[in-house]
C-alpha cells in the first residue's frame, strides 16, 4: 500500500537554530511529493513541491526539501528558523494524479525564542 | 483574487442528523476535492469533483457523498451523522484537466475549513 510517514510529531527548535523535518513515502510507482503547511485555524497552504528535474527544490519562507529516490525520502528544511514558522507541517504524495494526494500524520514545529 | 471559500465555518450537530458543507473554488479552477482532517486520523481524501463529475473517491462509507455544480461550487453531504464524524472539512481547488494541461501545477489550493462538532 502506499503511505507517507513523518517520523517525528513534534520538533522543538530555538530561533534561528537549523531544522529538519523528515519524510519518507512508500511507493513502486513514480510519485510527484509535496509540503504543506497550516497555521492555526486556518487551512493548508503550500510551501513546495517536487514534480520532476532538480532533486532540490526551493519554497517560499526559506524552507528547501531534497527528494531522494533511493531512500523513498523528501525532508524538508531550513537553514534558520523564526517563530512565525510554528506551525504544523504536512508531507504529500501524489500517486495517481494531482487531485488525491496521501498526507502524512504531520510534524508540528514548536520555534522559541 | 479570491481564495477557496468554505461554507459554514463552524458548525454542531447531534448524532442521526445531516449536514452539508459548501466549498467555492477560486474562479477559473474546476477541480474540487474534500479532505477530513481528525486528530487520530490525520488528513484522509473524502472525494474529488472536475466538471460535474465525481473522478476518485476515498474510503470513507456511503453516508459520505459530494457533488458539483457547473459554476464549479461544490457541496458535500454527510448523513445520519456519527461522534466520529467530527473534525474539520477541508476543500481544495486546482485547475484540474490532468497532469498535461499546462494550467495544472500540481498545487491544490485549500480553503480554511469548515469545522463540524457532532455531540
Known amino acids: 500500500a502506499q503511505s507517507v510517514t513523518q517520523l517525528d510529531s513534534q520538533v522543538p527548535v530555538f530561533e534561528e537554530a537549523p531544522v529538519e523535518l523528515r519524510c519518507n513515502y512508500s511507493?513502486?510507482?513514480?510519485?510527484?511529493l509535496f509540503w504543506y503547511v497550516q497555521y492555526p485555524n486556518q487551512g493548508l497552504q503550500l510551501l513546495l513541491k517536487?514534480?520532476?528535474?532538480?532533486?532540490l527544490v526551493k519554497g517560499i519562507n526559506g524552507f528547501e526539501a531534497e527528494f531522494n529516490k533511493s531512500q523513498t525520502s523528501f525532508h524538508l528544511r531550513k537553514p534558520s528558523v523564526h517563530i512565525s514558522d510554528t506551525a504544523e507541517y504536512f508531507c504529500?504524495?501524489?500517486?495517481?494524479?494531482?487531485?488525491?494526494?496521501?498526507f502524512g500524520t504531520g510534524t508540528r514545529l514548536l520555534v522559541s525564542p | 483574487k479570491a481564495g477557496v471559500t468554505q461554507t459554514p465555518r463552524y458548525l454542531i450537530k447531534t448524532r442521526g442528523q445531516q449536514v452539508t458543507l459548501s466549498c467555492s473554488p477560486i474562479?477559473?479552477?474546476?477541480?474540487v476535492s474534500w479532505y477530513q482532517q481528525t486528530p487520530g486520523q490525520g488528513l484522509q481524501f473524502l472525494f474529488e469533483?472536475?466538471?460535474?463529475?465525481?473522478?476518485n473517491k476515498g474510503n470513507f462509507p456511503g453516508r459520505f457523498s459530494g457533488r458539483q455544480f457547473s459554476n464549479s461550487r461544490s457541496e458535500m453531504n454527510v448523513s445520519t451523522l456519527e461522534l466520529g464524524d467530527s473534525a474539520l472539512y477541508l476543500c481544495?481547488?486546482?485547475f484540474g484537466g490532468g497532469r498535461g494541461s499546462p494550467k495544472n501545477t500540481g498545487e491544490l489550493f485549500f480553503g480554511e475549513g469548515s469545522r463540524l462538532t457532532v455531540l
Open positions: 517536487y514534480l520532476s528535474g532538480s532533486t
Open positions: 481544495a481547488s486546482s
Open positions: 474562479s477559473g479552477h474546476r477541480s
Open positions: 511507493s513502486s510507482v513514480s510519485v510527484y
Open positions: 469533483y472536475f466538471s460535474e463529475t465525481q473522478r
Open positions: 504529500a504524495v501524489a500517486f495517481t494524479g494531482f487531485q488525491k494526494l496521501v
